[in-house]
């Protein structure tokens, strides 16, 4: 079951979402392949620093930030990843790497272009055996996510 926080900021902030429940699933591909459904729509929140501020960086499961375009895209000096040992405990109540991007953390979003082509994206609900399907374009809206192009790139 998503935790109960998650829920509710998703209630007070009107995303309707569709819950569901899958085997253990951690990386973001696996978790395509769980809910039987194209890495496209999965969105992976990644964690970085834009000179020096956490924020969460979006891209579909089979990509990886493309650290350079996020840096231009935020008017930033440089773009990191940041371990995870450094923000575990921001997600709280998630297990950590599978939090969902959204504002329940205080961070600023950005998101590749390309899910913002999809009707619908799903993520992670807090554990890695919960996903939401989220509709794209209320959860632009409500997160007030901005749109980079080409901040995922394939993976190697």
Do not use: N
């Not at 450094?86 to 205080?106: H, N, S, T």
Request: some cysteine.
């Amino acid at each position: 079951m998503i935790p109960e926080a998650i829920d509710r900021y998703l209630k007070q902030h009107h995303l309707d979402y569709a819950h569901s429940m899958h085997p253990r699933a951690v990386p973001a591909q696996r978790l395509a392949a769980a809910e039987h459904i194209s890495g496209a729509r999965i969105a992976k929140p990644v964690v970085v620093s834009i000179d020096g501020r956490l924020a969460l960086a979006v891209v579909p499961a089979s990509a990886r930030v493309d650290l350079p375009a996020l840096a231009a895209a935020a008017g930033a000096e440089v773009a990191e990843l940041v371990p995870e040992s450094m923000f575990v405990d921001r997600f709280q109540p998630c297990e950590p790497g599978a939090e969902p991007a959204i504002g329940l953390f205080g961070l600023p979003i950005f998101v590749d272009a390309r899910l913002v082509g999809q009707p619908w994206i799903v993520m992670r609900g807090g554990t890695h055996e919960d996903s939401i399907r989220l509709d794209t374009r209320a959860w632009l809206a409500e997160e007030r996510a901005r749109v980079v192009r080409g901040l995922g790139m394939a993976t190697a």
